[in-house]
């Protein structure tokens, strides 16, 4: 092809123009912290956008860029012009998926990860093997043999990455409201989450019941398309929108739809734009509707004002934002309040809060040095804050910390947000949080 990019939905032109040059996004970069390249800063992969529409063709090199960047968007937040670099992203990495040829080993990689983690059926076939070789250590042995490190480091990561697993918790297909029915809401189940953190989905229906919620699960849930999007596969993600639309939209009539997975919940609110880009207005229409019911967990508990009684849970926690609510939603306050409001409990704030942990989707699959580079990180400065528990309310982020600090031999028990509630709600021993 003579340029780099195509007629459908390429790098808007209107918005490349917002962004001036000024350099407030270079220090909130991972990357550039990390390299000092400014072509791999927000500013520098623009310039590369405004190449391609000036006629550039889509080099190796260029590509490199762009698969670099880690979406984690703090440069949307840092950005005083307010360029939506995200925007600008996804359209670029779409491009770049139907255009530029991928070596054999980054193409298998790519169909494993992309075969695998959005279908939950698939996920729960090795949730058994893996609960076994956990328990027998054959993890650990393999990582010491270092064997998929030297050769399909890939694989490496995504298997440092696993979660320890424990018996899987079932939800059933409604959770009625404790006491007076406040608002019925359905809760996203996910991939990742409903198959490796179930734990969190049972302790998330839990809360909401205890504050009122009639709680609706779908049954036949996949994936939201929140990691196709994410990585410019679009006709993949906009399939998994409309199905995740069509689920809900057979549910009895929700109030909102809760979500406690940051990634997804970005991509849902998100799917007024990801669907325009069929050119469909009566799709996109109908999903702008859909993505302004959805809310985080955190959103909706403080949007009602809670009501549960609070038990007293005497820690020190670390609240980590995931970059996909706090600089993609813009929800930081609401996770702080709902944790204030445990009598007992006392939250530090880390150094360099705003600056990615790596995960990124499966950015640490595809690019285990950089993103083990900036887990390291992230996982001195939450040390050096001394915490009894570290919380967050992202899967990756969770699994991505955990894996960074084992690496430095400083393990900190890690849960999520809703976790932490339920445990207070309940009445729960503390210790049983810090197992």
Known sequence: MSSAFDAHNPPSQELIADCVHCGFCLPTCPTYRLWGEEMDSPRGRIHLMQAGLEGSVLTEQMV????????????VTACPSGVQYDRLLEQTRAQVERHHERTPAEKALRRTIFSLFPYPDRLRKLRGPLRVAQRLGLDRALRRTRVLDRFLPGLAAMERLTPKLGPPEKLPSEVPAAGAERAVVGLLTGCVQDVFFSDVNAATARVLAAEGCRVVIPPGQGCCGALSSHSGREPEAQDFARQTMATFAAAPQLDTVVVNAAGCGSAMKDYGALLAAEDDAATAGSATVFAAGVRDLSE??????????????????????????????????????????????????????????????????????????????????????????????????????ANALEKLGSPIPMAHTATVLDASIRGVPVEALLR
């Open 300 to 401: 909706v508990l403080t949007e009602l004002g809670t009501v549960a009684t609070r038990h007293p849970l005497p820690l020190r926690v670390a609240y980590h934002d995931a970059c996909h609510l706090g600089h993609a939603q813009g929800v930081r306050s609401q996770p702080r309040e709902l944790l204030r409001e445990i009598p007992g409990l006392e939250i530090v704030e880390i150094p360099d809060a705003a600056i990615c942990c790596g995960s990124a989707g499966v950015y640490n699959i595809l690019h285990p040095q950089t993103a083990g580079e900036l887990g390291e990180a992230k996982a001195r400065n939450l040390l050096a804050m001394k915490p009894d528990l570290i919380v967050t309310a992202n899967p990756g982020c969770l699994m991505q910390i």
């Open 64 to 75: 490199e860029h762009f698969d670099a960047c880690l979406g984690c968007m703090s440069c």
